[in-house]
């Protein structure tokens, strides 16, 4: 471990779990029967038991770790509407009426999230002080034009271009060729807002047995039988909301969701005027490189959370961390001499048409693929699947589509992303230097 990149204290886990850290809930008698078992105890999968509650129906919750091991307490707590959805439509070049529906229910789960924290007063750190995208190259600043005006019109995402110019007013750094801010965005402390998700399960006394993964599924006369290591549920409807913890429980949704490890390292405290100098506004920060990075300071504004795609496939966090301190400095010469004190991965879960999903496959629900922003989405999938299930939804939502594709080649081994991560490098090598 390189001693002057790395604090004395430093720890390989989130910096979050030192606010609340993910733990196995006193273990429940397992019921025999449920009206819907939900698998995963994530923002999906909570969020989905609390809708459920809300309409009557009982559930149980499994996790096959301690609720909240996932993305739900290791993400970078950034949130936005929209913007991660309407990227495929502003690559591909679709017509903007393709578009609009997906970026109106990605409002739509912004929306949904923000009523959520305000409804319970959840103590989250939830700021909304917007969200600044950084192009990687003036071609990218150029495409940002098209996009400022769909978001606005169909995302309600309060979006301007930011010139190279007037960057500095965004963001301590000089290294982008301009980027768009989207006012419509914020930041939250996820441990908390999950612990907070939690919280409000156990008050109403739904069941959530914690290391009890779900092991086998079988089709019965009156829906579904759950086998667990602690015995079977029978279930009138199950739920999977694994998300990039998705396994061979459900091959045919393994086959559809890629598990991407994201990694993220927490700065030491910085000095109050350099700290805030990297962000004057509070922002979040993402880029527009194909390996990208994201970033936002800490709840408390002291550290920066400096998150990328280290290394495509599945890494020790420490051995990644080193790289992240190089891209946060490249973008941040003025960090360093600055220190990690955490870091961390977890899985996001990719589709193979860049969309998130819910719907029904072979008689399951499921609500998947967050495709690296899920704190609303998959919020406002898992919510929007209970009320499905509920009969009580008097909209079909924009992602409950009956394709979900899978590829022949794919069955679940991920050996192919260290190719995919070389491409991605060489082709924002020849944007940088010729986009
Ligand atoms: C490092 C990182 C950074 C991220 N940054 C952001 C960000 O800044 N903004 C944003 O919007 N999103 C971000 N995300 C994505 C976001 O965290 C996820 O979209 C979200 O947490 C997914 O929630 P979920 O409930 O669908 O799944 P998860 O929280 O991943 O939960 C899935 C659960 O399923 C359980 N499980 C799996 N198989 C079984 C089984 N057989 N039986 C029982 N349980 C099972 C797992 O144990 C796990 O707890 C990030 C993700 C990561 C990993």
């Known amino acids: 471990m390189a001693s002057t990149l790395f604090a004395s204290d430093f720890k390989p886990r989130p910096y979050w779990w030192e606010a609340y850290e ?7 008698t ?13 923002y999906a999968g909570l969020n989905a038991a609390l809708e459920l509650h809300r309409e009557g129906l009982d559930c149980v919750v499994l996790d096959s770790h301690e609720p909240g091991f996932g993305g ?7 949130v936005s509407g929209g913007v991660n959805v309407g990227k495929r ?27 959520l924290i305000s409804r319970h007063a959840i103590d989250c750190g939830w700021t909304r002080s917007g969200y600044f995208l950084g192009a990687w190259c003036k071609s990218h600043h150029d495409a940002m034009a098209h996009k400022v005006e769909l978001l606005n019109r ?53 069941p ?37 913890y998705t396994g061979d429980v459900t091959p045919a949704l393994q086959r559809r ?30 880029d527009t490189r194909r390996v990208l990075t994201y970033y936002r300071m800490s709840t408390d504004g002291r550290r920066l959370i400096f998150g990328g795609r280290a290394k495509f496939g599945h890494t020790d966090p420490v051995e990644t961390a080193p790289i992240l301190h190089r891209f946060m400095t490249d973008r941040f010469p003025q960090l360093a001499g600055t220190r990690i004190t955490h870091a961390w991965t977890g899985n996001v879960a990719f589709t193979l048409d860049e969309m998130p999903h819910m719907g029904k496959f072979e008689n399951l629900h499921y609500a998947l693929g967050c495709n690296g922003s899920g704190i609303a989405m998959m919020s406002y999938l898992g919510h929007q699947t209970a009320r499905k299930i509920a009969g009580k939804s008097n909209r079909v939502c924009a992602f409950d589509r009956p394709e979900f594709p899978d590829h022949p080649l794919y069955t679940g081994n991920t050996w192919f992303l260290p190719w995919i991560g070389r491409y991605f490098r060489t082709r924002d090598w020849l944007d940088r230097r010729f986009g």
Not at 22 to 28: M, S, V
Not at 30 to 42: E, H, M, T
């Open 22 to 28: 993910p733990a196995a809930l006193p273990e429940i």
């Open 30 to 42: 397992l019921p025999k029967s449920a009206r819907v078992v939900i698998i995963g105890a994530g």
């Open 72 to 78: 739900s307490s290791r993400n970078g707590g950034m």
């Open 89 to 115: 439509y502003m690559a591909k070049a679709l017509a903007d009426a393709d578009a609009a529906p997906y970026l109106n229910d990605a409002s739509d789960a912004f929306s949904f999230i923000e009523a």
């Open 154 to 206: 169909t995302a309600r995402a309060e979006a301007y271009l930011v010139p190279p110019g007037q960057q500095r007013e965004e963001i301590g750094s000089d290294y982008y060729r301009g980027g768009m801010v989207v006012g419509r965005a914020g930041h939250l402390h996820p441990a908390l807002f999950f612990k907070a998700l939690l919280g409000l399960c156990q008050e109403r006394g739904i």
């Open 208 to 244: 959530i047995a914690s290391r009890t993964p779900a092991t086998g599924l079988r089709e019965t006369a009156q829906g579904w039988s759950v086998s667990t290591p602690r015995g079977t549920i029978a279930a009138g409807d199950v739920l999977i909301a694994t998300n990039g």
């Open 257 to 286: 969701v890629v598990p991407v490890g994201s990694y993220i390292i927490a700065t030491e405290e910085l000095p109050a005027d350099l700290a805030a100098s990297i962000s004057p506004k509070n922002r979040s920060f993402a």
